[in-house]
């Protein structure tokens, strides 16, 4: 269980209770003032200086850096945090949120200046709940005052989408707004997301998902398909048994490789459960 399920989740996974998608949590005002502080500022930032940022922090000491880095992860995990949530968890955490409306992606706007990359989700932020949000959004993507881009999705029609991002290879993540309110589901992908950039610098800004996958050798025939799914480099091949093997230390959880697999070869078993896995966040 990662910090999130013992401080706000009793030990169980934090993010499958029902209280963190709640009404209550989002009419604080603090949090609903973040939230809107959070698109006007992202929204309008370049993500190249993103990444110059922390080329810089690499010119420095290492012990400097390392310092720096866990201080802000500790504010992050406070305001901002994420973790990764595989398809079958993520089907109970549509299943809780309120409303689930489909928005543009932040981080490809900042990366590629792209507005229409809908690859992310709104949790509880509906039109009617949110307008203050709805229209910091409009204002940042420069949609004008259309709002077709905030549509509301049924459960069932979220985790269809869900589905084929999965087959992309795109990994899920939530994401809270002043911890432990989730607000919001990304789809990820190695080479426009931001967290997912500042893992490669060693800065966490999202947990591994509750679970680490594992291949079952004798199913296994050795095609390598799932190979390029796996955005972690948790992905091996043993060129004396011609198996393909899931290295548990790299492996985030996220399941994706499982989507390209034809023979069912490849399982998630929980993180708590795994010898090696189990204290890696
Ligand atoms: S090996 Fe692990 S990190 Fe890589 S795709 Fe599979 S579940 Fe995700
Ligand atoms: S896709 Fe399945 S069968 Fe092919 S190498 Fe990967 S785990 Fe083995």
Same mark, same amino acid.
């Given at each position: %269980?990662? =910090?999130?399920?013992? &401080?706000?989740?009793?030990?169980?996974?934090?993010?499958?209770?029902?209280?963190?998608?709640?009404?209550?949590?989002? *009419?604080?005002?603090?949090?609903?003032?973040?939230?809107?502080?959070?698109? &006007?500022?992202?929204?309008?930032?370049?993500?190249?200086?993103f990444e110059q940022n922390f &080329?810089?922090?690499? =010119?420095? @000491?290492?012990?400097?850096? =390392?310092?720096?880095?866990r201080f802000q992860e500790r504010r992050q995990r406070?305001?901002?945090?994420? =973790?990764?949530? @595989?398809l079958e968890d993520l089907e109970k955490v549509l299943g809780l949120a309120r409303s689930i409306v489909r928005i543009p992606c932040i981080c490809r706007k900042m990366n590629k200046g792209r507005t229409?990359?809908?690859?992310?989700?709104?949790?509880?932020?509906?039109?009617?709940?949110?307008?203050?949000?709805?229209?910091?959004?409009?204002?940042?993507?420069?949609?004008? @005052?259309?709002?077709?881009?905030? *549509?509301?999705?049924s459960t069932a029609e979220a985790l269809d989408l869900h589905r084929r991002f999965e087959k992309q290879g795109l990994i899920h993540t939530i994401w809270t707004f002043k911890t432990p309110f989730i607000g919001g589901?990304?789809?990820?992908?190695?080479?426009?997301?931001?967290? %997912?950039? /500042?893992?490669?610098?060693?800065?966490?800004a999202f947990f591994r998902a509750e679970f680490v996958a594992e291949v079952n050798v004798d199913a296994c025939t050795g095609c390598r398909e799932c190979h390029a799914q796996c955005q972690f480099g948790a992905i091996g091949f /043993?060129? %004396?048994?011609?198996?393909?093997?899931?290295?548990?230390?790299?492996?985030?959880?996220?399941?994706?490789?499982?989507?390209?697999?034809? %023979?069912?070869?490849?399982h998630l078993t929980p993180r708590s459960e795994h010898p090696l896995a189990h204290n890696l966040w």
């Open positions: %269980m990662c =910090q999130f399920c013992h &401080q706000h989740g009793d030990g169980k996974k934090w993010y499958l209770k029902a209280e963190h998608y709640s009404e209550e949590l989002l *009419d604080n005002l603090e949090r609903r003032h973040y939230l809107q502080e959070f698109l &006007q500022k992202y929204g309008q930032a370049d993500g190249a200086k &080329q810089k922090a690499l =010119q420095g @000491p290492a012990w400097l850096r =390392q310092l720096i880095f406070r305001d901002h945090f994420g =973790q990764v949530v @595989p229409d990359a809908e690859y992310c989700f709104g949790l509880g932020l509906d039109a009617e709940k949110m307008l203050d949000f709805k229209d910091a959004f409009l204002e940042t993507f420069r949609l004008g @005052p259309d709002d077709a881009h905030f *549509d509301r999705l589901l990304c789809n990820c992908d190695r080479a426009d997301c931001l967290a %997912m950039l /500042s893992y490669r610098y060693n800065f966490h /043993s060129v %004396m048994d011609r198996k393909t093997f899931i290295d548990p230390i790299r492996c985030y959880g996220c399941g994706i490789c499982r989507s390209a697999c034809e %023979m069912d070869a490849i």
